[in-house]
């Protein structure tokens, strides 16, 4: 049997991406827990079941959250703060919520819009990398199947219109969808530029095929600048990762205190 472990581990559970500039980006927000909690273990869960099966097929091996923790277990762990690298919490953040492991307890850090004072955090941390006189677009994802998780990014695009007159925010599904991206494409009449800034930690096929892509349904033909730009992911934001870096605080906290998500 293994030696007990009281010692909390910490679990990224991300929803998982194949792309090279994917992993660059998972290996900058491990670096960085890494340094922010030296004494802790720290190992990876997927949450994508498709991306999980298609590596799997591949030969690569991503295991999923209850195989990582079942591990944990199994290597003598007692607890495990989940930190889900998710933007809101939403059907993902559910499923996470719902896992669990016998004998192993666990307390979850929220995702990164979990509150407005997320919100205000967040902003801060996009502003200096928000272009002035020109349109920018923030690029979140959305929910086609369940429009209540939406509401964070309706708060949020409530929040950032109302301070900036030249930033959009759209989403890939649901609301608020690309209805917004009409007024980035007048704006852009009159600049000739747009920038679009990704509101998801390791922006993929989204952003390279959905925003950027060449077919004339993509947002850049639709924004029709005579320039598109896109920037980094939200896992290369160093102030971003400090919103996930208190959560995984309070997660740890609880286990410490007692009072478990």
């Not at 909390?8 to 927000?29: D, H, K, Q, T, W």
């Not at 933007?87 to 509150?115: M, Q, R, T, Y």
């Not at 695009?157 to 649901?174: D, F, M, Q, T």
Request: proline share 6%; with cysteine; net charge negative.
């Amino acid at each position: 049997m293994a030696k007990s472990i009281n010692l909390p581990a910490i679990v990224l559970a991300a929803f998982g991406a194949s792309s090279p500039i994917a992993r660059e980006v998972y290996a900058n927000v491990e670096a960085r827990v890494r340094t922010a909690f030296p004494e802790h273990k720290i190992c990876w869960a997927y949450l994508s079941q498709q991306i999980v099966a298609k590596q799997r097929k591949l030969g690569v091996f991503l295991p999923t959250l209850s195989e990582a923790l079942v591990s944990l277990k199994q290597d003598g762990f007692e607890k495990a703060a989940i930190q889900p690298l998710l933007v809101v919490p939403g059907e993902e953040f559910a499923a996470v919520k719902s896992v669990s492991c016998d004998g192993l307890k666990l307390s979850i850090g929220d995702p990164l819009l979990s509150s407005e004072t997320d919100m205000e955090a967040a902003l801060a941390a996009i502003t200096p990398h928000i272009q002035k006189d020109i349109p920018n677009v923030l690029i979140c994802h959305g929910n086609q199947k369940h429009t209540e998780y939406n509401e964070p990014l309706l708060r949020l695009k409530s929040l950032v219109e109302s301070r900036y007159y030249n930033v959009v925010v759209a989403s890939i599904e649901g609301d608020p969808g690309r209805s917004p991206l009409l007024r980035a494409n007048e704006m852009a009449k009159i600049h000739g530029e747009v920038v679009f800034i990704p509101i998801m930690m390791a922006a993929g096929e989204h952003v390279t095929r959905d925003v950027m892509g060449d077919d004339p349904g993509s947002w850049k033909h639709i924004v029709g600048a005579r320039h598109s730009a896109c920037l980094e992911p939200l896992g290369k934001n160093a102030s971003i990762l400090e919103i996930y870096l208190s959560h995984i605080g309070d997660a740890m906290q609880r286990l410490t205190i007692g009072a478990l998500s």
